[in-house]
């Protein structure tokens, strides 16, 4: 696990590299204000709630990693990360979507990662309470209370001496031989519910929190009869809630969010009314005017308490086909102070999308055919011309960036995935010809590739 904090800009852009084909301009950009992140924690107190985050706006077609270079930042500095759509916010008020909400599903991503780190910690602990559980639902009767002993002035408890009997089940429980063996448990029954129809539409981003509500009118106990393996599933997950304390990973993650957390924005440009309109482009200016206090630095309400979004990092994006970021309201511009213009992308990076990051498409495939035991191979010249193919159905019809990468790639494989069960211990080499052979139906015709890919 890399340590984050140490890490310079220039190892920044190193980590994203291994995912990320160029874009440098970009990564460079989103290294130093992650780094700027860092550094603030190292000022005097009095000087760190001055220092406020260098938002961004990313300003690029779709597919050229808008999206990916903010969620491998989420993850290489261990930020709560989300990403919303502008456009679910354009009819406020009447279908879509509270913006405070954004800040809401924010903190409940940090709640899970302190939760799940926390798991760790507790786990040895909670297996041995699921174990002498399991112990007493299979021996009723068996488990004793330990028994108090008097040395000097000091009462200690010893534990009691445990019967053969339990002995025997525990040494069969541990080398799984009741796994099958059927017990009843008793299970917490979920209680009340929010109803279907009020599903993200404001209750719980109201702030209620309907875990409480559930403890009040639900929570009862009731008997299920299952397998010892499923149990311990069950009881296991019920002893970690137990053990992990709830006010402390809410404050963890309160903390997390407003010192780490990174929102990202995208399609903000749909957002992006021209001046002197009207109509739809009221209800975007609209929408511009309730994102823009969370960007300042506002506190929102969450059933996790009050979230200072003053230091939180928002990264916006968009194409801007349509729209240039001077269509968005002045005083949201000058919250992002920071733009960068993503290169669309050609033949040579296509090539290195195909082979060289740690998740390229080329690497995918042969692992999931490696399955099947079918061997994929690739020549060099395969790929140039996967790569040339690419570019020029993005420039001949949409162009969706490096997700062209993903239709080329499964309609080229398509009839070695289909028949590969009956292709075991066989080599496929993929050359130009074979890519041609696969594609030219859709080569041939511009009008087809367009429905196709």
């Known amino acids: 696990m ?72 989420s993850k290489l500095s261990g930020a709560p990360f989300v990403k919303v759509e502008a456009t679910k916010y354009t009819e406020v008020g009447y279908v879509g979507r509270d913006v405070e909400s954004i800040i809401r599903d924010l903190m409940a991503v940090a709640v899970n990662m302190v939760k799940t780190e926390m798991r760790s910690t507790v786990m040895e602990d909670a297996k041995a309470r699921v174990e002498e559980l399991l112990l007493d639902l299979l021996l009723p009767g068996t488990g004793h209370p330990a028994q108090p002993q008097k040395e000097g002035t000091d009462v200690k408890l010893i534990p009691p001496e445990e019967p053969p009997i339990r002995e025997k089940f525990r040494n069969k429980l541990r080398n799984g031989e009741l796994e099958d063996h059927q017990i009843e448990i008793d299970v917490t029954k979920a209680g009340f ?45 019920e002893e970690i809630d137990k053990l992990i304390d709830s006010d402390k990973v809410a404050e963890i993650a309160k903390q997390r969010t407003q010192e780490m957390g990174i929102v990202f924005i995208d399609e903000i440009d749909k957002v992006a009314g021209r001046q002197n309109t009207s109509g739809a482009d009221v209800s975007r200016e609209g929408v511009q005017r309730d994102i823009l206090p969370i960007v300042e630095g506002c506190k929102v309400n969450t059933k996790y308490g009050m979230v200072d979004t003053t230091h939180i990092l928002f990264i916006a994006a968009g194409a801007f086909h349509m729209s240039k970021p001077s269509d968005l309201i002045p005083e949201l511009q000058g919250r992002f102070p920071l733009r960068v213009e993503l290169e669309p992308l050609q033949a040579k990076e296509f090539e290195k999308i195909l082979t060289q990051p740690q998740n390229a498409l080329i690497k995918q495939y042969k692992a999931l055919m490696e399955t099947e035991d079918v061997k994929l191979e690739f020549t060099d010249d395969a790929v140039k011309r996967i790569a040339y193919i690419a570019q020029e159905l993005n420039a001949g019809s949409e162009n969706i960036g490096a997700r062209r990468l993903h239709t080329i790639m499964e309609l080229l494989l398509e009839e070695v995935s289909f028949a590969a069960p009956e292709l075991k211990g066989q080599t496929i080499t993929v050359t130009p010809q074979y890519v041609d052979d696969r594609l030219h139906g859709v080569l041939g015709d511009q009008d087809l590739a367009r429905y196709i890919l």
């Open 193 to 237: 519910q929010p109803m279907e129809i009020f599903a993200g539409t404001g209750l719980e981003d109201m702030g209620i929190n309907f875990g409480s509500i559930t403890g009040v009118m639900g929570g009862k106990k009731k008997k299920r009869r299952t397998t010892v393996k499923h149990a311990r599933e069950i009881l296991l997950e």
């Open 2 to 73: 890399l340590d984050f904090d140490k890490l310079t800009p220039k190892q920044i852009v190193e980590e994203l590299d291994k995912y990320i084909i160029g874009q440098d301009k970009a990564k460079r950009t989103v290294a130093m204000a992650l780094r700027n992140r860092v550094r603030r924690k190292m000022l005097p107190e009095s000087l760190r709630e001055e220092v406020i985050p260098k938002n961004i706006i990313m300003i690029g077609s779709t597919g050229v990693g808008k999206t990916e270079i903010a969620r491998r930042l």
